[in-house]
């Protein structure tokens, strides 16, 4: 059987390119100007209207909490109360996690003790999954508070069954439904992250406890990592007498992959460092004459230095800072022996 053509005047012609650009959606720099606008507008109506006294009591509730804080929350509340939990657990100070509200009804509800708290975040303050937590919660033995941006009241079922309720003031929504959850969503995570800055200046967080619970990732290197766990040590350092001839010490300066050579006297005191760039200046200004130089005559006298026990990333910054920046730092101790060097390729390969 073969197929029946299609007629010519049914043949559906493949769209132009003028066609296509006339109906393809675009968004230009105007039509996201007044957007911007108005969400900053809505944004400067929350720290205007937020009620302090409230926003104190719910930090000094998380500080004095005696058990676990429980954030819970439906649709985007649930995705702010999850990375604030997050956050707040981060901290260490106390253990904090997201409770999914069905899941709660459902058997997680048994994570919760006497003395829990239990943060409910929800725009409207009636999700009717959240009000059919909070019951089984308080006879739980939790302490309830709840962030909604309707005010207490009968608009406000939720506070009504909460110990706390923080009114989060929200003028409007940056949609053009005034419905999708775009602003009242960014105010309850800038809210709720600062609380936790609060919380952590309360605590007075140091870097090293910060630390200790952000192991991987660029922030537990920067916090981390000290300069004696990513320098070049012993067989590894460029080192020479300030006697030893500049061309004799070519091989040194080259094979051992830090672009200097540390000069160090008999008890391997640092004297000064000879770089390839040096090398290069002291060649074109004496030409054949370098062959009868030493590296304690054209040494930098005057390096900049750090200790093993230095922070890495401030090792960094070390490197960058003005007159100019360099390229490594001999690592000495406190009777300036040299223990060690340190590299900015060293530093970007551990991932700083």
Same mark, same amino acid.
């Given at each position: 059987?073969?197929?029946?053509?299609?007629?010519?005047?049914?043949?559906?012609?493949?769209?132009?390119?003028?066609?296509?650009?006339?109906?393809?959606?675009?968004?230009?720099?105007?039509?996201?100007?007044?957007?911007?606008?108005?969400?900053?507008?809505?944004?400067?109506?929350?720290?205007?209207?937020?009620?302090?006294?409230?926003?104190?009591?719910?930090?000094?509730?998380?500080?004095?909490?005696?058990?676990?804080?429980?954030?819970?929350?439906?649709?985007?509340?649930?995705?702010?109360?999850?990375?604030?939990?997050?956050?707040?657990?981060?901290?260490?100070?106390?253990?904090?996690?997201?409770?999914?509200?069905?899941?709660?009804?459902?058997?997680?509800?048994?994570?919760?003790?006497?003395?829990?708290?239990?943060?409910?975040?929800?725009?409207?303050?009636?999700?009717?999954?959240? @009000?059919? #937590?909070?019951?089984?919660?308080?006879?739980?033995?939790?302490? %309830?508070?709840? +962030? *909604? &941006?309707?005010?207490? /009241?009968?608009?406000?079922?939720?506070?009504?069954?909460?110990?706390?309720?923080?009114?989060?003031?929200?003028?409007?929504?940056?949609?053009?439904?005034?419905?999708?959850?775009?602003?009242?969503?960014?105010?309850?995570?800038?809210?709720?992250?600062?609380?936790?800055?609060?919380?952590?200046?309360?605590?007075?967080?140091?870097?090293?406890?910060?630390?200790?619970?952000?192991?991987?990732?660029?922030?537990?290197?920067?916090?981390?990592?000290?300069?004696?766990?990513?320098?070049?040590?012993?067989?590894? @350092?460029? #080192?020479?007498?300030?006697?030893?001839?500049?061309?004799?010490? %070519?091989?040194? +300066? *080259? &094979?051992?992959?830090? /672009?200097?050579?540390?000069?160090?006297?008999?008890?391997?005191?640092?004297?000064?460092?000879?770089?390839?760039?040096?090398?290069?200046?002291?060649?074109?200004?004496?030409?054949?004459?370098?062959?009868?130089?030493?590296?304690?005559?054209?040494?930098?006298?005057?390096?900049?230095?750090?200790?093993?026990?230095?922070?890495?990333?401030?090792?960094?910054?070390?490197?960058?800072?003005?007159?100019?920046?360099?390229?490594?730092?001999?690592?000495?101790?406190?009777?300036?022996?040299?223990?060690?060097?340190?590299?900015?390729?060293?530093?970007?390969?551990?991932?700083?």
């Amino acid at each position: 059987m073969g197929s029946i053509p299609v007629p010519p005047s049914l043949q559906c012609a493949p769209p132009s390119a003028t066609s296509s650009a006339q109906r393809r959606p675009t968004v230009s720099a105007s039509d996201l100007a007044p957007l911007f606008v108005a969400q900053r507008r809505h944004l400067d109506h929350f720290f205007d209207c937020l009620d302090m006294s409230q926003a104190a009591a719910f930090a000094q509730a998380l500080l004095d909490a005696p058990g676990a804080v429980f954030f819970t929350g439906v649709g985007k509340s649930g995705i702010v109360a999850r990375k604030i939990a997050q956050t707040l657990a981060s901290l260490g100070f106390t253990r904090a996690g997201f409770l999914a509200p069905v899941d709660a009804l459902h058997g997680d509800i048994g994570a919760l003790f006497p003395g829990d708290v239990l943060v409910l975040l929800s725009k409207s303050g009636a999700s009717d999954e959240l @009000l059919a #937590l909070a019951p089984c919660a308080r006879a739980k033995g939790a302490y %309830l508070i709840s +962030l *909604t &941006s309707a005010a207490s /009241g009968a608009d406000c079922p939720l506070a009504a069954t909460c110990d706390l309720n923080v009114h989060l003031p929200l003028q409007g929504e940056v949609c053009p439904f005034g419905l999708a959850p775009v602003t009242s969503t960014a105010i309850q995570m800038v809210f709720g992250d600062t609380v936790v800055a609060a919380i952590m200046e309360a605590r007075r967080l140091s870097r090293d406890q910060y630390a200790a619970n952000h192991p991987a990732g660029k922030i537990g290197k920067t916090l981390i990592f000290k300069v004696k766990d990513v320098m070049k040590k012993q067989n590894e @350092l460029p #080192l020479c007498k300030e006697g030893d001839m500049i061309m004799d010490q %070519l091989t040194e +300066l *080259t &094979s051992k992959g830090c /672009g200097c050579l540390l000069v160090v006297d008999g008890e391997h005191h640092l004297i000064g460092t000879f770089t390839d760039g040096d090398l290069r200046r002291t060649l074109k200004a004496s030409g054949p004459a370098i062959f009868n130089l030493t590296v304690g005559e054209m040494c930098n006298r005057n390096p900049r230095t750090i200790t093993a026990e230095a922070m890495a990333v401030e090792a960094m910054e070390k490197m960058e800072s003005p007159p100019s920046p360099v390229q490594f730092l001999p690592v000495v101790d406190d009777h300036n022996v040299v223990c060690g060097i340190i590299t900015l390729h060293g530093l970007v390969s551990a991932g700083l």
